[in-house]
């Protein structure tokens, strides 16, 4: 058996097989994966680096696809200025997410806590129909909406929009919220409750830490929903309480569509999004999986 | 300092019943172990006692207080979880601190006590970690110290060393037992291993189906079971259960071997109960009875023999140099001493004239 020379490369169908299984296999498909990965990844990106690069390109360069041009920061003045006024409308739609979430996360804490911890009659019922709402398509609810905005004086108020954005976030909240609070386990509570706590304590101090992760990755999602809701805030303002997504239609003028003040609006909008997604990546992923896991 | 007295609790989900109408009444200072098998209703017991678990009916007294409508927080106990309930978001030190600071300890007195009881359960050295690095043995002790480190009126554990390897559960035992003495706290403590009940108890309540069977020391529940349920639950090896009559005196296998004399009045069925320990092995033709060996084990401390006795199996305890084989025969003798006589249709013990 010293025999030096190279075996015949015949392999039988067996072997061939063989080839295919294990290792070889499961390197192939990881290869398969990746390329994959990085082609979803590319398809995602590309609109955004366009975009990304038309914020700096002047009007006439946006129609040439070229990678080399002189940058100018001049289109993130001019979205700011008359008669764009883009800064009226970051504001707006800063206020409408931050009071959104900062009312939406704690009452949604609250019922999660309710849900997750006491029977109540009719608890499905109830957890199915706050969900259901939500497969409502929202033209279908836009002119009630909007009678009743009316007739209240809510028409074109940054509260009436807090007021529709909180109706559409809760849902998804309360769902998020109380599968995190169903992952903490009871044991850990009744402990607290024993050792000497009213069940405002436990909340305080067991149930909301331990959920926390699940409370960052709730305010995150009801933030971004906020932040680019735009039908209900299409229809419901049309001067003062106009938010960015709206403001964007600003861009479609007689002489066509700016791509250089769009884009550089589109980048203010979705600044924030890489920032938070950034700041809190650590939770995020780390209260995604929990919910997930539980 | 106080004692627990419940009264006629019954705890109902529905139809199915978890503690059926049970008095128990628990001294101060006394350790009661509630023992039975899984399910019995151990852990309602507890939780009811803790707060946790309303009862359907009846009353719970801990002290001069009739703490049904107190809530948990106010009951003044401590309780150990099965799963031990630590509070994974905080340091150890901070689990043990936490039922001083949250019933408003002054700051300063807060960290002598807790260093106190992290060295009473050797945890000093992980005070700055969280429970997740920590081994199972750990956690335990833990949870052990954040119960010690109030001097609560009762200390109520469930199945704290359920968990633990067989090793380490046998050193915690002691710990526990030593710790108890040392601090003398009405305790009630929850297990269905019959070793850590017979070790660590001054009184063992025994459950099966939420009825207590028999309540006594250790001694009692052992030596004088109650029913045939205790005197199998009891003991390792469980104590032997032979089916048989009584004629004339004379107990007689169902196979008819004349046994053993026990007196009373004749009996066309009867259960006679004896321990592995208390039947002696001899050569063949020199005890009671000859036996073929069905099997021979040797645990070391002693020797196991598992011998055929007409229809059934029975277990008996050797001298730990005899060596037997399979199929051998040896006479086994019973100690009068200690034989138990049992109804078969209800369990009960019956009592030996004389005996
Ligand atoms: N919340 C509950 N709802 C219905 N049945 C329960 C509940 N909690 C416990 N039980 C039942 O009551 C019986 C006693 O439970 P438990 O006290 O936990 O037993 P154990 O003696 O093992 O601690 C079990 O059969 C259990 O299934
Ligand atoms: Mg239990």
């Given at each position: 058996?010293?025999?030096q020379?190279?075996?015949?490369?015949?392999?039988s169908?067996?072997?061939?097989?063989?080839f295919?299984?294990g290792?070889?296999?499961?390197?192939?498909?990881r290869?398969?994966?990746?390329?994959?990965?990085?082609?979803?990844?590319?398809?995602?990106?590309?609109?955004?680096?366009?975009?990304?690069?038309?914020?700096?390109?002047?009007?006439?360069?946006?129609?040439?696809?070229?990678?080399?041009?002189?940058?100018?920061?001049?289109?993130?003045?001019?979205?700011?200025?008359?008669?764009?006024?883009?800064?009226?409308?970051?504001?707006n739609?800063?206020?409408?997410?931050f009071?959104?979430?900062?009312?939406a996360?704690?009452?949604?804490?609250?019922?999660?806590?309710?849900?997750?911890?006491f029977?109540?009659?009719?608890e499905t019922?109830?957890?199915?129909?706050?969900l259901?709402?939500?497969?409502?398509?929202?033209?279908?609810?836009?002119?009630?909406?909007f009678?009743?905005?009316?007739?209240?004086g809510?028409?074109?108020t940054?509260?009436?929009?807090?007021?529709?954005?909180l109706?559409?976030?809760?849902?998804?909240a309360?769902?998020?919220?109380?599968?995190?609070?169903?992952?903490?386990?009871?044991?850990t509570?009744?402990?607290?409750?024993?050792?000497?706590?009213?069940?405002?304590?436990?909340?305080?101090?067991?149930?909301?830490?331990?959920a926390?992760?699940?409370?960052?990755?709730?305010s995150?999602?009801?933030?971004?929903?906020a932040?680019?809701?735009?039908?209900?805030?299409?229809?419901?303002?049309?001067r003062?309480?106009?938010?960015?997504?709206i403001?964007?239609a600003?861009?479609?003028?007689?002489?066509?569509?700016?791509?250089?003040?769009l884009?550089?609006?589109?980048?203010?909008?979705?600044?924030?999004?890489?920032?938070?997604?950034?700041?809190?990546?650590?939770?995020?992923?780390?209260?995604?999986t929990?919910?997930?896991?539980? | 300092?106080?004692?627990?007295?419940?009264?006629?609790?019954?705890?109902?989900?529905?139809?199915?019943?978890?503690?059926?109408?049970?008095?128990?009444?628990?001294?101060?200072?006394?350790?009661?172990v509630?023992?039975?098998?899984?399910?019995?209703g151990?852990?309602?017991?507890?939780?009811?006692i803790?707060?946790?678990?309303?009862p359907?009916?009846?009353?719970?007294?801990?002290?001069?207080?009739m703490?049904?409508?107190?809530?948990?927080?106010?009951?003044d106990?401590?309780?150990?979880?099965?799963?031990?309930?630590?509070y994974?978001?905080?340091t150890?030190?901070d689990?043990?601190?936490?039922?001083?600071?949250?019933?408003?300890?002054?700051?300063?007195?807060?960290?002598?006590?807790?260093?106190?009881?992290?060295?009473?359960?050797?945890?000093t050295?992980?005070?700055?970690?969280?429970p997740?690095?920590?081994s199972?043995?750990?956690r335990?002790?833990?949870?052990l110290?954040?119960?010690?480190?109030r001097?609560?009126?009762v200390?109520?554990m469930?199945?704290?060393?359920?968990?633990?390897d067989?090793?380490?559960?046998?050193?915690?035992?002691?710990?526990?037992?030593h710790l108890?003495?040392?601090?003398?706290?009405?305790?009630v403590?929850?297990?269905?291993d019959?070793?850590e009940?017979?070790?660590?108890?001054?009184?063992?309540?025994?459950?099966?189906?939420?009825?207590?069977?028999?309540?006594?020391?250790?001694?009692?529940?052992?030596?004088d079971?109650?029913?045939?349920?205790?005197?199998g639950?009891?003991?390792?090896?469980?104590?032997?259960?032979?089916n048989?009559?009584?004629?004339?005196g004379?107990?007689?296998?169902?196979?008819?071997?004349?046994?053993v004399?026990?007196?009373?009045?004749?009996?066309?069925?009867?259960?006679?109960?004896?321990?592995?320990?208390?039947?002696s092995?001899?050569?063949?033709?020199?005890?009671?009875?000859?036996?073929?060996?069905?099997?021979?084990?040797?645990?070391?401390?002693?020797?196991l023999?598992?011998?055929?006795?007409g229809?059934?199996?029975?277990?008996?305890?050797?001298?730990?140099?005899?060596?037997k084989?399979?199929?051998?025969v040896?006479?086994?003798?019973?100690?009068?001493?200690?034989?138990?006589?049992?109804?078969?249709?209800?369990?009960?013990r019956?009592?030996?004239g004389?005996?």
């Amino acid at each position: 058996m010293t025999d030096q020379t190279t075996p015949e490369i015949e392999l039988s169908e067996a072997q061939a097989s063989e080839f295919w299984t294990g290792k070889r296999k499961q390197r192939f498909w990881r290869s398969i994966q990746a390329i994959l990965i990085v082609l979803a990844a590319f398809v995602m990106l590309v609109p955004i680096i366009w975009i990304f690069l038309a914020s700096f390109k002047s009007h006439v360069e946006v129609y040439q696809l070229r990678l080399f041009f002189t940058p100018t920061l001049e289109n993130y003045g001019t979205v700011f200025e008359e008669p764009y006024n883009l800064g009226a409308k970051l504001y707006n739609s800063t206020i409408v997410a931050f009071v959104t979430v900062a009312f939406a996360i704690p009452i949604a804490t609250m019922a999660a806590y309710s849900f997750s911890r006491f029977r109540l009659k009719f608890e499905t019922t109830i957890l199915v129909v706050i969900l259901a709402t939500q497969f409502v398509p929202a033209v279908v609810i836009i002119l009630p909406f909007f009678i009743m905005f009316r007739d209240l004086g809510l028409l074109d108020t940054r509260i009436g929009l807090i007021m529709v954005n909180l109706a559409i976030v809760m849902p998804f909240a309360i769902w998020m919220i109380k599968g995190f609070i169903d992952g903490i386990p009871m044991d850990t509570e009744e402990a607290a409750m024993v050792d000497g706590s009213s069940r405002l304590q436990v909340i305080k101090n067991i149930v909301l830490p331990m959920a926390a992760p699940g409370l960052v990755t709730a305010s995150i999602f009801c933030f971004i929903l906020a932040w680019n809701e735009f039908l209900f805030a299409l229809f419901l303002t049309n001067r003062d309480a106009v938010t960015l997504p709206i403001g964007l239609a600003l861009f479609r003028g007689e002489e066509g569509d700016l791509w250089n003040l769009l884009s550089a609006a589109g980048i203010i909008i979705m600044a924030p999004m890489f920032v938070l997604a950034l700041a809190i990546r650590k939770y995020f992923v780390q209260g995604m999986t929990m919910g997930a896991v539980r | 300092m106080a004692e627990i007295r419940l009264k006629n609790l019954t705890k109902r989900w529905g139809d199915f019943i978890g503690v059926d109408d049970q008095s128990l009444d628990i001294h101060d200072e006394e350790f009661l172990v509630l023992l039975g098998p899984s399910g019995c209703g151990k852990t309602t017991t507890m939780r009811m006692i803790a707060g946790l678990e309303d009862p359907t009916a009846g009353e719970i007294w801990i002290g001069d207080r009739m703490v049904n409508d107190d809530l948990p927080k106010d009951r003044d106990v401590a309780m150990v979880f099965q799963n031990y309930g630590l509070y994974p978001h905080m340091t150890i030190y901070d689990n043990i601190a936490y039922p001083l600071k949250v019933r408003g300890t002054p700051k300063a007195d807060i960290k002598p006590r807790v260093e106190r009881a992290a060295e009473q359960v050797e945890l000093t050295e992980f005070l700055h970690r969280k429970p997740k690095a920590l081994s199972g043995g750990q956690r335990q002790r833990v949870a052990l110290a954040r119960a010690i480190v109030r001097t609560p009126k009762v200390f109520l554990m469930d199945e704290p060393l359920s968990n633990l390897d067989a090793k380490l559960r046998v050193t915690m035992r002691a710990e526990l037992k030593h710790l108890s003495r040392a601090l003398q706290i009405t305790t009630v403590y929850v297990t269905h291993d019959q070793i850590e009940a017979m070790t660590l108890a001054d009184r063992v309540a025994v459950m099966r189906h939420g009825i207590i069977q028999q309540l006594g020391t250790p001694d009692d529940i052992y030596n004088d079971p109650a029913n045939m349920f205790v005197a199998g639950f009891i003991g390792s090896p469980a104590m032997n259960l032979i089916n048989g009559s009584v004629q004339s005196g004379m107990f007689i296998t169902t196979g008819g071997t004349k046994l053993v004399g026990i007196g009373g009045p004749d009996r066309e069925s009867a259960i006679l109960g004896v321990r592995a320990d208390d039947m002696s092995v001899h050569d063949a033709g020199e005890g009671d009875i000859d036996v073929t060996i069905y099997a021979f084990e040797n645990t070391g401390e002693s020797t196991l023999l598992t011998v055929q006795w007409g229809k059934q199996r029975v277990i008996a305890r050797g001298d730990r140099h005899l060596r037997k084989e399979q199929d051998d025969v040896v006479g086994i003798k019973l100690n009068p001493d200690h034989l138990y006589l049992f109804d078969p249709e209800s369990g009960d013990r019956i009592r030996m004239g004389g005996a």
